[in-house]
């Protein structure tokens, strides 16, 4: 008995010692036919993070598919994750993000968010600490659900549209050949800039992987 309560006191105190739960957000659009999508990068995201640390997306809650576990990062780090994949698509995100981050008590700074950007060129990474939507529906919906704007979040840029092509139709293209060979380089990045916000938090990595941006 007293061996059963020194374990549990030993379990007890080290969950303690990895703060509270992160959630990590990719957002997208589901189904097969939204997978190879540029909107999808968010999804695309969290699915290679989850492939690489052992995660299931074996759930589904609060309109959204989720993935929790531990992680354990080379450089010392070891906490719970929750990874999410709203089922709501990318427009209304927020009705699954919102009710997920109150069921389980997710404060804003612990929540992460990648999503694509028209605004930055095929490749390019950028975080922030908080802010506005830039026009991203997404972000935008998150937001309203949230009441709070200070949540970081992975930008990841798809380019603008070529000619007079509706954004909203290019969203909804694979990437280019081309384009496809960038991102394959650029989604394995993504995964390290979450490693290093969950290791080391938000500056270190907008100093890590914004230079040069």
């Known amino acids: 008995m007293d061996f059963v309560r020194s374990l549990l006191g030993r379990r007890a105190a080290g969950d303690e010692a990895t703060g509270p739960l992160k959630m990590i957000v990719g ?7 939204h997978a190879a999508n540029r909107h999808n990068v ?30 354990q990062l080379p ?7 929750l ?16 009710p997920l981050a109150k069921f389980y008590k997710v404060a804003p700074a612990d929540l ?26 997404g972000v935008k919906s998150i937001i309203q659900s949230l009441g709070a704007a200070e949540f970081p979040r992975v930008r990841v840029g798809i380019g603008r549209p070529p000619g007079q092509m509706d954004p909203a139709a290019y969203v ?8 496809e060979a960038e991102m394959a380089f650029v989604r ?3 995964v390290e800039a979450i490693e290093v916000w969950l ?14 941006s």
């Open 83 to 98: 990874l999410v994949k709203p089922l709501t698509y990318m427009n209304a995100s927020g009705e699954a993000v919102g």
């Open 199 to 212: 290791a080391q938090g938000i500056t270190a990595a907008m100093n890590q992987f914004n230079a040069g």
């Open 172 to 179: 909804l293209q694979p990437f280019s050949a081309d384009q």
């Open 188 to 190: 394995p990045h993504v």
């Open 75 to 81: 450089a010392g780090w070891s906490g719970r994750v």
């Open 112 to 137: 992460l968010v990648i999503f694509d950007d028209l605004d930055l060129p095929v490749g390019r990474i950028r975080l922030r600490p908080g802010g506005g939507s830039s026009g991203q529906k």
């Open 27 to 33: 957002l997208g659009n589901p189904g097969a036919e």
């Open 42 to 71: 968010g999804f695309q995201a969290a699915d290679l993070f989850a492939a690489r640390h052992g995660l299931k997306f074996d759930k589904v809650q609060k309109r959204a598919r989720t993935a929790l576990g531990r992680v």
